[in-house]
Each structure stands twice: as C-alpha cells, then as structure tokens.
C-alpha cells in the first residue's frame, strides 16, 4: 500500500473517531447539568481527535501535492 492510500485510511478512521467523540460531547451537553464533572475530559478527547484528524488531512495535502 502507497503512503498515499495509508494516509487515506488512517484519516478514514481518524474521522470516525473524531465525529464518535462530537456525538460524545453533543449527548453530554443535552444532559447538562448531570456528568458534568466529565465535560473538560470529552471536550479534550474531542479536541485531540479533531486535531489529528486535521494534521493527517495536512500531510495527505501536502503528500498530493508533492
């Protein structure tokens, strides 16, 4: 497999997981003020996979236009 196609199958899965803890962080808001306690904990999970998520989305950029 091409680096290329690495990358897209990373960020495949790097999106689900990142959309998985938006889904997390949205359910945890609508049942606000309960495990509020938890909300820094899945806002950071969240922020982490969006972040990879976007640096993955980089290098495949970059990669396509190298």
Do not use: C, G
């Amino acid at each position: 497999m091409s680096d290329m196609d690495t990358l897209k199958t990373e960020i495949k899965k790097l999106s689900a997981k990142a959309m998985q803890a938006k889904m997390d962080l949205h359910d945890l808001s609508e049942e606000l003020p309960v495990n509020w306690a938890s909300i820094l904990e899945v806002a950071q999970r969240t922020y982490a996979a969006f972040a990879e998520l976007e640096a993955k989305r980089a290098s495949l950029k970059a990669l396509e236009s190298a």
